[in-house]
């Protein structure tokens, strides 16, 4: 299934996609949805069919936002997880490239959430390094700690797109990631989630990002240094997982900050962020 938030009479409201249409779903937001567990899933696969069935309209209409757009905790980020990235990032600060042994973590806060369609803020006088972050969008369905590898993917409920926007001077600045990735609007997440039984293998997904239509980023999430059920079991290691907690896996190379010469976003510029079988956001620059 493909699930929405999008604005129906003016309110958020949960969707359904099929056939290019969207169904809305009275009662329940994504998090509630996700909650619930799987046993609500399979009656809500049968909405579009069921009597009386609310029809919003087609896909093409509506107004989507981020598929959680307030989300109850902290994005969870994950660095430097495609060897080429970590290469790259390193050379761009004049050091030795080093692969992490262990996962990295850091978070977004929720008010960076941003719509798969929205316009980035852009404010020259916070940042003027603001750079472009492809990555897969893991959506966590169930509640759980200590999760084994072996055991990870049945806590998945589904996959989304997320560009890890980051202003590089305030990284720069602050020595650390949180407030670089966490300006207002930083993280277009969208354009809907993919339950985890549509993507047969999360691993072998294309991603891409372009910059008024100019590749900039090509990978393929096989290149990921830990693979999912790796970062879930490390972050549930003494730490409980909660349904609708959303984990940005990281992203490959091809990043502004370390092109030859560096590489940043101006306003009236379009960046679309695409994974395979999943989805495309697009937003452009304000400003």
Same mark, same amino acid.
């Given at each position: 299934?493909?699930?929405?938030?999008?604005?129906?009479?003016?309110?958020?409201?949960?969707?359904?996609?099929?056939?290019?249409?969207?169904?809305?779903?009275?009662?329940? =937001?994504?998090?509630?949805?996700?909650?619930?567990?799987?046993?609500?899933?399979?009656?809500?696969?049968?909405?579009?069919?069921?009597?009386?069935?609310?029809?919003?309209?087609?896909?093409?209409?509506?107004?989507?936002?981020?598929?959680?757009?307030?989300?109850? #905790?902290?994005?969870?980020?994950?660095?430097?997880?495609?060897?080429?990235?970590?290469?790259?990032?390193?050379?761009?600060?004049?050091?030795?490239?080093?692969?992490?042994?262990?996962?990295?973590?850091?978070?977004?806060?929720?008010?960076?959430?941003?719509?798969?369609?929205?316009?980035?803020?852009?404010?020259?006088?916070?940042?003027?390094?603001?750079?472009?972050?492809?990555?897969?969008?893991?959506?966590?369905? #169930?509640?759980?700690?200590?999760?084994?590898?072996?055991?990870?993917?049945?806590?998945?409920?589904?996959?989304?797109?997320?560009? *890890?926007? =980051?202003? #590089? *001077?305030?990284?720069?600045?602050?020595?650390?990631?949180?407030?670089?990735?966490?300006?207002?609007? +930083?993280?277009?997440?969208?354009?809907?989630?993919?339950?985890?039984?549509?993507?047969?293998?999360?691993?072998?997904?294309?991603?891409?990002?372009?910059?008024?239509?100019?590749?900039?980023?090509?990978?393929?999430?096989?290149?990921?240094?830990?693979?999912?059920?790796?970062?879930?079991?490390?972050?549930?290691?003494?730490?409980?997982?909660?349904?609708?907690?959303?984990? +940005?896996?990281?992203?490959?190379?091809?990043?502004?900050?370390?092109?030859?010469?560096?590489?940043?976003?101006?306003?009236?510029?379009?960046?679309?962020?695409?994974?395979?079988?999943?989805?495309?956001?697009?937003?452009?620059?304000?400003?």
């Amino acid at each position: 299934m493909r699930l929405v938030t999008f604005l129906h009479h003016n309110q958020p409201a949960l969707g359904l996609v099929r056939d290019e249409t969207v169904t809305a779903v009275h009662g329940l =937001s994504m998090l509630d949805l996700i909650a619930a567990g799987p046993g609500i899933h399979a009656n809500l696969s049968a909405l579009p069919q069921a009597a009386g069935a609310l029809v919003a309209g087609p896909l093409a209409g509506a107004q989507l936002l981020a598929p959680i757009p307030n989300p109850r #905790r902290n994005i969870i980020c994950v660095g430097l997880n495609y060897v080429e990235h970590a290469k790259e990032s390193a050379e761009a600060r004049g050091r030795e490239a080093k692969i992490p042994a262990v996962p990295v973590f850091f978070t977004k806060a929720t008010h960076a959430v941003n719509g798969p369609y929205s316009d980035i803020p852009f404010d020259p006088a916070v940042s003027t390094q603001i750079d472009w972050e492809a990555e897969l969008g893991v959506i966590i369905g #169930r509640r759980g700690k200590n999760i084994s590898q072996a055991e990870a993917m049945h806590y998945v409920f589904g996959y989304t797109v997320i560009n *890890d926007v =980051s202003a #590089r *001077d305030l990284q720069s600045a602050h020595s650390q990631f949180f407030k670089g990735k966490s300006l207002d609007g +930083a993280c277009p997440m969208g354009p809907w989630i993919v339950t985890a039984d549509e993507v047969a293998d999360p691993h072998a997904l294309g991603i891409r990002c372009r910059v008024n239509g100019v590749i900039k980023q090509e990978a393929n999430t096989s290149q990921m240094i830990f693979k999912i059920p790796a970062l879930i079991e490390s972050l549930s290691r003494g730490m409980t997982l909660e349904p609708g907690d959303v984990i +940005a896996t990281g992203t490959p190379s091809g990043v502004g900050f370390a092109r030859t010469p560096p590489e940043f976003l101006k306003p009236g510029d379009l960046v679309e962020c695409e994974v395979d079988g999943v989805g495309t956001i697009r937003n452009r620059i304000a400003g």
